[in-house]
């Protein structure tokens, strides 16, 4: 095939993929910004390569017309999580999107496969607007925890180093890293609870830090600069007490001088 029209294909995947990872990249900022637990922890995307794509049309004896259609992973994105449950918040949000549409599910943490190999996998529908009008594409998105996606990625490596002749004694190691893995995964689990309150409070502490700093820049503009200093050295001090319930407080005296000085908004 020619190298234009491969391009020619590839363009809405480039696309699709940068959209995706965008929407939920937004995701995670969102949840962060209103100082929830975000059940994404990380997502990243690709579009596969063209030899990649050759190595599949052979393998599964597509013909070159059909790569789009049976080829389902030419955009790939990759959630990863913090913990198991979060696997299934992710697909149940999927699921309610109105921009992507399931066209097929596998559950390969509940049925991991022969390798050991876990992740849930989702093949969606999803429309990208080109030069040439709307297309319908199919991504493959991956989501699992991060310590599935530490055991995928050094598997994959052996995988491509071996090709298909793995040793036994190799085979062996991976089924019993991929069991010490279901291990690690349940003991996070049993400590979700208290991981995520420690990361609400820090991202809530992050947020009002964000917002005393934000009211005191403004008051910068119209307060002066006696009253300002006073502000700054309290806010200090009240930092160094590491109390959350404090700061939210010294954050709502400060909302109201803003208010005073009209200087929200600025
Ligand atoms: P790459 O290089 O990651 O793109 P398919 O081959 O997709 O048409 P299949 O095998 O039924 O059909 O799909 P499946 O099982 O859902 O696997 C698709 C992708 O999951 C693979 O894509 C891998 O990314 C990943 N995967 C599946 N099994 C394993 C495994 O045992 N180990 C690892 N590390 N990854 C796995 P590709 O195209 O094979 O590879």
Redesign the pocket.
């Known amino acids: 095939m020619e190298i234009q029209l491969w391009r020619e294909i590839l363009t809405p995947y480039d696309l699709a993929v940068d959209e995706l990872v965008v929407k939920f990249s937004h995701m995670i900022k969102e949840y962060r910004q209103k100082g929830m637990y975000s059940p994404i922890e990380q997502v990243t995307g690709r579009v ?1 390569t063209i030899s ?1 794509i050759l190595e ?1 049309v052979q ?2 004896n597509i013909s070159m017309d059909e790569i789009t259609t049976k ?3 030419i955009a ?1 994105i990759r959630i990863i999580c913090q913990f198991v449950e979060d696997i299934y918040k992710v697909v149940d949000i999927i699921r309610n999107r109105s921009d992507m549409t399931i066209k097929s599910e ?1 559950d ?1 943490v509940k049925n991991q ?1 022969d ?3 876990r ?1 849930y ?1 989702l093949i969606i529908y999803y429309n990208v607007e080109t030069s040439q009008g709307c297309k319908k594409i199919q991504a ?1 998105i ?1 989501i699992r925890t991060l310590a599935m996606n530490f ?3 050094i ?2 490596s052996l ?1 491509y180093k071996y090709r298909y002749n793995m040793p036994d004694s190799i085979k062996e190691r991976l089924m019993a890293s991929s069991e010490a893995i279901v291990i690690l995964d349940k003991e996070m689990s049993s400590v979700r609870d208290d991981i995520m309150d420690a990361q609400n409070s820090f991202n809530d502490k992050a947020n009002v830090v964000a917002d005393i700093l934000n009211n005191i820049q403004n008051l910068y503009k119209v307060a002066n600069k006696r009253e300002i200093v006073k502000i700054q050295d309290e806010f200090y001090s009240i930092y160094k007490e590491n109390d959350l319930e404090q700061l939210k407080k010294f954050n709502k005296q400060l909302d109201i001088i803003a208010e005073g000085y009209r200087a929200q908004g600025l």
């Open positions: 596969k990649s599949k393998k599964k080829i389902e992973d790939g596998k390969y496969k390798s050991g190999y992740s996998h493959e991956q055991w995928a990625t598997e994959h995988q």
